[in-house]
Antibody, heavy 115, light 112 residues
Framework: EVQLLESGGDLVQPGGSVRLSCAAS????????MSWVRQAPGKGLEWVSA????????YYAASVKGRFTISRDNSKNTLYLQMNSLRAEDTAVYYC????????WGQGTLVTVSS | DVVMTQSPLSLPVTLGQPASISCRSS???????????LNWFQQRPGQSPRRLIY???NRDSGVPDRFSGSGSGTDFTLTISRVEAEDVGVYYC?????????FGGGTKVEIK
């Protein structure tokens, strides 16, 4: 059974940083691209970032480019999202998803950016 | 970037009746490999999203056959043949052909 478990969400001050993790199990992690998608409170889904199997290619939404960095550790079956220079509008539940077509989703982790 | 436009925003339906959601893209979603990467997701209240349909018309494992997807190029439709109470939630289309990926704004399905 595919499982994706996000962690690392927190209350962060504007301008601060946080790193999210997504622990994957139930499939060969190194064989699949992975993605991050977010959802602000009461809003729709917003694609954030994706990474290819080896990490050689990464993709970002314009709203986070230059501030967020996606990475992965295939030896640990874990996906990461380093989030810097956080703004109030980054407040959201962050989901990791298997593949660039979002085949499976985790339960999400909440990041709140507020002073 | 591709723009994904869903309609309607809200869809009140009677149990047992059909429902259809439209999704239009601002440019063709046909990829160079010949596939069209248009996906549909369901988000029930309080839950994570779940993919229902991939590549326009392919149902994911465990998805009831009352859900079907159709369309081509820039115009797509999700149809629920007979709405059940468990179908209440928000439905999103997403284009998986171009970078960046883009979701539609969502359609809220509720029971009349």
């Amino acid at each position: 059974e595919v499982q994706l478990l996000e962690s690392g969400g927190d209350l962060v001050q504007p301008g601060g940083s946080v790193r999210l993790s997504c622990a994957a199990s139930g499939f060969t992690f190194s064989s699949y691209a992975m993605s991050w998608v977010r959802q602000a409170p009461g809003k729709g889904l917003e694609w954030v970032s994706a990474i290819t199997t080896t990490g050689s290619n990464t993709y970002y939404a314009a709203s986070v480019k230059g501030r967020f960095t996606i990475s992965r550790d295939n030896s640990k079956n874990t996906l990461y999202l380093q989030m810097n220079s956080l703004r109030a509008e980054d407040t959201a539940v962050y989901y990791c998803a298997k593949t660039a077509q979002h085949e499976y989703w985790g339960q999400g982790t909440l990041v709140t950016v507020s002073s | 970037d591709v723009v994904m436009t869903q309609s309607p925003l809200s869809l009140p339906v009677t149990l047992g009746q059909p429902a259809s959601i439209s999704c239009r893209s601002s440019q063709s979603l046909v990829y160079s490999d010949g596939n069209t990467y248009l996906n549909w997701f369901q988000q029930r209240p309080g839950q994570s999203p779940r993919r229902l349909i991939y590549k326009v018309s392919n149902r994911d494992s465990g998805v009831p056959d009352r859900f079907s997807g159709s369309g081509s190029g820039t115009d797509f439709t999700l149809t629920i043949s007979r709405v059940e109470a468990e179908d209440v939630g928000v439905y999103y289309c997403m284009q998986g052909t171009h970078w960046p990926r883009v979701f539609g704004g969502g359609t809220k399905v509720e029971i009349k």
